[in-house]
Every structure is written in C-alpha cells, then in structure tokens.
C-alpha cells in the first residue's frame, strides 16, 4: 500500500515558528510607522487647506491639484534652481578634489596618512553654529552674501571630508596588484587609475556622490543665514509658508513634495550602483 510522503517537519516548524511570525509583525509595524509621515505628506498635498487643518484629520478628501499650483505662483522656480545648480557644482567639486586625495591616502599613500586623515575629519568636529558668525562677516566683507556661489564654497567643505573617507573605504578594496599590472604594461599612472581603478570603485563613487547630494539639497542652516532672496534654496523656500497667520499645511506639503522629489529621482535612478557602493568596502 502505497503512503503519502509526508512534508518537511522542520520546514513546517520554520514557517509556523512564533518568533519569526512575531518580528516579521514588528517590521512591517516598524516599516509602516517609518514611512506613514511621508504617505501623510503627499495625502495632505492633494488636500484643500480647510481638509489638511482639520482635527481629527480627514482621511475621504476630493484630491486636488490647486496648491502644487499656488507653490508655482509662490516664485519655487528660483530657489529649486538655486539648490539643483549649487547640489550639482558642489558635489562635483568634491568628487574633482576627493577622488585623488582619497587615492593618495590609500592605494598611492604619503607620509603621515593617519594625521592627514585626523585633520579632514577634525573639520566636521567644529559645531556650525561656532563658526556662522565669522563666516558670515567674512562673506558680508568680501560681498558674497545672497549668492549661490557662497553656499557652493561651503557645500563643498561641508562634504569633503565624508567624501574622502568614503571613498578611501573603496580604494582600499581594489588590490595594488593591479596598478603593478598595468605599469608593467606601460601604462601610465593617470591611464592606471582612469582605465582600471575607477570603473572597479564607480559604485562606491555614485554612493558617495548621492550622499553629498542628499547633505547639500537639504543643509538649511549655512542657507538661511547667507541668503535672502536671489540665492535662496529649497529649505529656506518651505519657511515661506509659516507665517504669523499659521500654517499652510497643505501648501507646505505639496512644496515639500515637490522639495524632496528631485532626490528620490536621483536615488531611483542611482539604486543599482547605490546598493553596490555602500557595501563595497564594508568586507575586508
């Protein structure tokens, strides 16, 4: 007489297992508390502002598009302009500068790398706020307040120094064997590095590149103290919308949306080399 086969005792241990059951329940509880502001965020941008001030909050709502277009009519194009333009130029200027001296203090190292190091990251120890005031006199002083090219000088200072050691973690990943290799093959160091090294380290350099990205797009304080209006960026732009009347919630939602979409895209865009990059010099 034939018998069923019977199923995997431990697997069906395994799925029914009350521990396991329990943590996957805490995680999505823990996901979906994490990421219900910014589902609140966008439900409130469709809103008109008498539903988004209502108490309790209104959950049925006719969505509408009319305070994407009041944020349009409030003047965003200049500050989103100014923050994309002083996001790009600035993390670029990183990377040009960051990108030789982390190769210099890993694959290429000079004397004293460990105090050369000490020193960049000495220069995120100092609080900001200890150092606004002379900055701003000095800028006041060589006529640079209200220009986007000021915040540009300080974006790039601000995230050198991440910049640097990030991407020291990546240069210590790829084996100096292969620079022997090619100077064997005659090429040069400036071939080396452009041919060989970089293409291995692009995913740790796209990683290092979108969190400069994400540090400049939303650095309000060097912002709010060194512009006005002509170099005013998106940070600043949302404060428009607190007045002594109260808060436009659902015009402050619908320009914070618009704020953060820019970054999702980049992080959208940028996943694949992201998730390859940050875990790229996490194992030695």
């Keep these: 007489m034939a018998t069923a086969t019977s199923p995997d005792v431990t697997t069906l241990r395994r799925k029914r297992d009350p521990k396991g059951i329990l943590l996957t329940t805490i995680t999505w509880i823990l996901a979906i508390g994490f990421f219900f502001p910014v589902l609140w965020m966008v439900l409130q941008a ?9 108490s309790p909050p209104t959950f049925i709502f006719s969505p509408t598009l009319d305070q994407f277009k009041n944020v349009f009519d409030a003047g965003i194009g200049t500050p989103l302009l100014n923050s994309v333009f002083a996001t790009v ?5 990183v990377l040009l500068l960051g990108v030789p001296a982390a ?6 190292p ?3 790398t460990k105090d050369a190091l ?6 995120k120890m100092l609080p900001i706020v200890a150092a606004i005031i002379p900055l701003y006199v000095i800028v006041g002083q060589i006529g640079m307040l209200d220009n986007v090219w000021t915040l540009i000088i300080l974006y ?3 995230n050198l ?12 990943e790829v084996p100096g064997e292969l620079l022997e290799a090619a ?3 005659g090429a040069s160091l400036w071939t080396s590095v452009r041919e060989v090294i970089l293409p291995l380290i692009s995913p740790g350099i796209a990683a290092t590149a979108l969190i400069c990205v994400i540090f400049s797009w939303n650095e309000f304080f060097f912002a709010v103290n060194m512009t006005a209006v002509d170099g005013q960026t998106m940070p600043v732009f949302l404060t428009s919308f607190m007045s002594g009347q109260g808060l436009y919630w659902a015009q402050l939602s619908a320009a914070s949306v618009l704020a953060a979409l820019p970054v999702v895209l980049a992080g959208w865009v940028a996943q694949n080399k992201l998730v390859r990059g940050l875990s790229f010099g996490a194992i030695k």
């Design 46 to 54: 469709f809103k008109k502002e008498s539903d988004a001030a209502t």
């Design 89 to 93: 130029v600035s993390t670029v200027l």
């Design 103 to 108: 190769f210099a203090l890993s694959l290429r």
């Design 110 to 112: 000079v004397r004293k």
């Design 118 to 123: 000490f020193f960049f990251l000495s220069t």
């Design 156 to 158: 790039t200072a601000m």
């Design 161 to 172: 120094p991440i910049a640097i050691w990030m991407m020291r973690s990546f240069f210590l």
């Design 183 to 185: 100077s064997i093959d």
